[in-house]
């Protein structure tokens, strides 16, 4: 999967040099928002529906917000924000647009730490 393939990019990019403190602060938002993702979309997969996941839509909204705020102190230059609307109607989807729905998030988290790492090892942040 592309996904998978710019995470583990992200991960030896973030690996491999010493990185600023925000980089790692982003960093690890990414991956909690992602475990949160795969935690939600194994529960759709499971139950065949996403609106038994309500409690699980609702900490991923949580996390989403710390996230937006994380990534807002880095300039728009660096990193976009992630558009969170399709999360709060996420419950009401069937159960494939609800996981496309989350693979598309995922690839904006990776896309996005993979931008702001490159830029950060290009400016020798």
Request: hydrophobic share 40%; net charge negative; charged share 20%.
């Amino acid at each position: 999967m592309t996904t998978e393939r710019i995470f583990d990019s992200n991960q030896r990019l973030f690996s491999s040099n010493s990185q600023s403190e925000n980089a790692e602060l982003l960093h690890n938002a990414t991956l909690q928002v992602n475990t949160q993702i795969e935690l939600i979309a194994a529960k759709i997969v499971s139950e065949i529906t996403p609106r038994n996941a309500t409690y699980e839509l609702q900490i991923l909204e949580t996390m989403l917000e710390g996230y937006q705020t994380i990534i807002e102190g880095y300039g728009q230059d660096k990193i976009q924000g992630i558009d969170d609307k399709a999360v709060k109607v996420l419950s009401k989807l069937n159960a494939q647009l609800a996981l496309n729905t989350l693979a598309r998030l995922q690839q904006e988290l990776a896309v996005n730490e993979n931008c702001y790492l490159t830029s950060v090892m290009n400016a020798g942040e």
